[in-house]
């Protein structure tokens, strides 16, 4: 069985910083995508970020040159580093790995 446990959320004022961290444990026969998704109340669940094990990010329009994503692979961690924090990144975060093990979510609340 696999585990995510998401550390990282909390309150920050427009314009701040936070970041995520992600780490997976348990069995895991190979770890290709990790990545971040989002879903702010009454909306769906929207992509972040997903990284390869081979390093190639992929980022959501609207967090791109604002969040990075990296991964330590020796550890199964998977980073997200958000700065220029805005009112819309409030949301639950879910980290994921191989879209197919989610973790449980962690709020990111952002006040204007």
């Known amino acids: 069985q696999v585990q995510l446990v998401e550390s990282g959320g909390g309150l920050v004022q427009a314009g701040g910083s936070l970041r995520l961290s992600c780490a997976a444990s348990?069995?895991?026969?190979?770890?290709?995508?990790m990545g971040w998704y989002r879903q702010a109340p009454g909306k769906q669940r929207e992509l972040v970020a997903t990284?390869?094990?081979?390093?190639?990010?992929n980022y959501a329009d609207s967090v791109k040159d604002r969040f990075t994503i990296s991964r330590d692979n020796a550890k199964n961690t998977v980073y997200l580093q958000m700065n220029s924090l805005k009112p819309e990144d409030t949301a639950v975060y879910y980290c994921?790995?191989?879209?197919?093990?989610w973790g449980q979510g962690t709020l990111v609340t952002v006040s204007s």
């Open positions: 994921t790995v191989n879209w197919r093990h």
């Open positions: 348990g069995t895991i026969f190979s770890i290709n995508i």
């Open positions: 990284i390869t094990s081979g390093g190639t990010t």
